[in-house]
């Protein structure tokens, strides 16, 4: 551990993070995705341990055998002096390398984020944190790279109380009146009807530990582990909590899972936000009916509706349901009123969700709060709604649901322009009044311009990113620095013209072009180095 630390004194400089601290992505979860490497690993890791304490038991025997009656005691006192008077001296920075990392500051963690094991997995799966460095990315002109240093226009108005739902698997199917999966959901329909809605909304990646980001804090991942679980926590981003509290604001985040589920408690605190709720933090909710993944959403809806009635506005609410989640369990006394049309298990969580936020909203219409208020509703990812029926498609995959609903308009507006989750964060500041720079790489999406051609990014794995206009998507391979197809996704439903073939078109060029800036500009911040 001394030696550890000391590399450290070389590394920290350079890099701004411990050089250990990806460990707890693999704990949480440590048998889940197990093939025969890892098995192989945790033997081999078993028996270094045994042979270690082996040698450690053989050589402290022969140590003492060896030794020499002294007076020691002096020596070891002082030692124990200097060793309690600098962990003292450490006040409120925790800089025990064991301690929890949800119960910090968001800046301390690149001090905390410390042990030996983490720095053994940092070697083995050293290709997942990463970013990529290719020279085509690394030695791109400054003028080809995004603005993300952001500031909206504010309007001298009260700031709202701002409630976002992030939706659990929910794909556009479920909203899109054309598709043979759309649900009916008698509430949320109508709560359509009075909103912002985003016909063409995309997520950024196929998983909540990416969607949470780039909601919340407007920026990629581009490490293949959850940035909050990465060596770049300390790299410049929006902290959306401590922003909003900057103006004021409370901020709570309640789910129904299990605490630090998904690393979820880390990355809220990291991110600024004050109250994390889950299960555990429900009265009774032993005895309370669960799904897979924790308790149903009614319960959590419940406990976060008594929550809110006790808050000061203006407050900042997240919402991340779990029940529409797989593998879409539903409370026993549930029961579906519209089987013929609702018939997959996805279809049918999805309308008791719509039950649970109908009884939340019941109650929050009747509060002195609702009227301020603004309600973002945001799905964390795709997610095929019919497992029966799996079809796999380089466009519809990010297609999500996305709308904002404000009780004091209640008129609706449709908006076709293409949107994507890393637009949210600056809608939430908008909300917030918040004046000051911040960075994302998306929008307001009440402010932005009406641009058809207005191009959003998706990865679908640590190989493949995607751009999105109103018709095309591209799909580039960041480490062959050359796309793999362009599509006209409205035209071409079977994607059976792929557009490389054809290095003159005008739409793969400005596609690629907008990629490799996106890329660029990403490589730039998760270096710390100068943004714009």
Request: overall charge neutral; proline content about 4%; aromatic content about 16%.
């Amino acid at each position: 551990m001394v030696l550890l630390n000391i590399t450290d004194i070389f590394y920290f400089p350079f890099k701004l993070q411990r050089a250990d601290a990806e460990l707890l992505y693999v704990l949480r979860n440590p048998f889940e995705d197990v093939n025969a490497t890892y098995f192989l690993l945790a033997v081999a890791v078993i028996i270094a341990f045994f042979l270690l304490s082996l040698l450690m038991y053989k050589w402290i025997n022969i140590s003492f055998k060896s030794a020499k009656p002294g007076n020691y005691g002096i020596a070891s006192i002082v030692f124990f002096l200097i060793i309690s008077i600098a962990i003292l001296l450490s006040g409120t920075k925790k800089l025990l390398p064991t301690y929890p990392l949800v119960s910090i500051s968001y800046n301390q963690l690149p001090l905390t984020q410390n042990s030996f094991h983490q720095f053994i997995y940092s070697l083995f799966r050293k290709n997942e944190s990463m970013v990529f460095n290719e020279d085509y990315i690394r030695n791109m002109p400054d003028s080809e790279r995004l603005t993300i240093i952001k500031k909206n226009i504010v309007e001298d108005t009260q700031p709202k109380n701002i409630m976002l739902f992030i939706m659990e698997s929910v794909p556009y199917d479920f909203f899109d009146s054309s598709s043979e999966y759309k649900v009916k959901m008698p509430f949320l329909d109508s709560l359509v009807k009075k909103s912002t809605f985003f016909t063409s909304a995309f997520s950024y990646s196929h998983n909540s530990n990416k969607g949470i980001t780039a909601i919340l804090a407007g920026t990629p991942t581009i490490t293949e582990i959850p940035l909050y679980h990465s060596a770049y926590t300390s790299m410049l981003l929006t902290h959306v909590g401590s922003d909003l509290s900057e103006e004021g604001y409370s901020s709570d985040f309640f789910i129904g899972d299990n605490y630090d589920n998904f690393g979820f408690a880390k990355c809220v605190n990291w991110l600024g936000i004050q109250h994390y709720y889950c299960m555990t933090d429900i009265p009774g909710y032993q005895h309370m009916e669960k799904h897979t993944m924790g308790l149903h959403d009614e319960y959590v809806m419940h406990f976060m509706q008594d929550k809110i009635d006790q808050l000061r506005p203006p407050f900042f609410a997240v919402n991340f349901n779990i029940s529409t989640h797989f593998p879409n369990d539903l409370p026993s006394h549930f029961k579906e009123k519209y089987p013929l049309i609702n018939r997959t298990p996805h279809m049918k969580t999805m309308s008791y969700y719509n039950e649970c936020l109908s009884a939340f909203f019941k109650h929050a219409s009747q509060q002195s709060w609702y009227k301020n208020s603004v309600f973002i509703f945001c799905s964390d990812h795709w997610m095929n709604p019919d497992f029966n029926n799996f079809k796999n498609d380089v466009e519809k995959n990010f297609r999500i649901g996305l709308f904002i609903f404000d009780p004091q308009k209640s008129v609706q507006t449709i908006i076709h322009t293409p949107v994507s989750q890393l637009d949210v964060v600056n809608t939430i500041l908008h909300f917030g009044n918040y004046r000051k720079e911040f960075i994302s790489y998306g929008d307001d999406l009440l402010q932005m311009s009406a641009d058809s051609n207005r191009v959003v990014f998706a990865k679908e794995n640590n190989v493949l990113y995607e751009a999105f206009d109103s018709s095309y998507v591209l799909g580039f391979n960041v480490i062959q620095g050359k796309p793999e197809f362009c599509y006209n996704y409205l035209e071409d439903k079977k994607r059976a013209n792929n557009l490389i073939g054809n290095k003159n078109d005008e739409n793969v060029q400005r596609l690629l072009i907008k990629i490799k800036s996106f890329l660029h500009t990403a490589y730039l911040q998760y270096e710390n180095k100068k943004v714009r």
